[in-house]
């Protein structure tokens, strides 16, 4: 792809690859989660080799995830703290949805909606995480009772979790040059204009 000298720079390439080791972790976990989730998947633990090496990857990939997650957290939860701009934002979220995002009160580096999903998903990698060590029998012993309740948890997280990611995808694929800021690190100045008029501002002072 040709790139304008002058796109403004959205993702440093260590965001970006932070966020492709949780999308990675992600994928390898929605599919050996599901596999154990009902009998119709479970023919997806042959892409891990076996039940038995699906049922040993899928804790050290989580850990794996609940980390980089939590590098994520770090590096961006100041920029999504909601404003009244955000709520806003969301309260017009249907006229953006029809097609009408002239109307939109300005947004800086994220949107209303970029935000909520943030907060939704750190929800859902706490819960996930916490129930996840849970159920972790070979390195933990808790009570079966326990040991039940975090596996009702993992699996409801799970699905709403898959679903907040589907959201998540589709969103970045509709709002076309998204998808190329977490691939190139850049976006166009109209872009930023259009959709981030605040940051837009603030990154070229206009």
């Known amino acids: ?47 891990f080799g076996s039940p038995t090496w699906t049922r040993i990857l899928h804790p050290y990939v989580g850990v794996l995830m609940a980390v980089s997650f939590l ?7 100041h920029l999504n703290k909601i404003t009244q701009a955000d709520k806003e934002w969301l309260a017009k979220a249907k006229n953006m949805v029809d097609g009408n995002d002239h109307d939109m009160p300005e947004q800086g580096k994220y949107n209303g ?25 070979a390195w933990f012993g808790f009570d079966v009772n326990v040991v039940r309740l975090g596996a009702v948890v993992h699996a409801a997280i799970g699905a709403a979790m898959i679903g907040f990611i589907m959201v998540h995808v589709y969103a970045a694929i509709w709002v076309k040059g998204t998808v190329r800021a977490m691939w190139y690190g850049t976006v166009t100045r109209a872009w930023a204009k259009q959709h981030h008029r605040d940051w837009y501002r603030q990154m070229t002072g206009k």
């Open 1 to 47: 792809m040709i790139r304008d000298p002058k796109d403004l720079p959205r993702y440093k390439a260590s965001e970006r690859a932070n966020h492709w080791v949780v999308g990675m972790c992600f994928i390898l976990l929605a599919l050996s989660g599901l596999a154990f989730f009902h009998p119709a998947f479970f023919p997806l633990t042959q892409l």
């Open 71 to 77: 590098s994520i957290f770090l590096r961006f939860k």
């Open 113 to 137: 909606g970029q935000k909520v999903m943030f907060w939704a998903l750190a929800a859902c990698m706490l819960l996930m995480t916490a129930s996840g060590l849970l159920i972790w029998r």
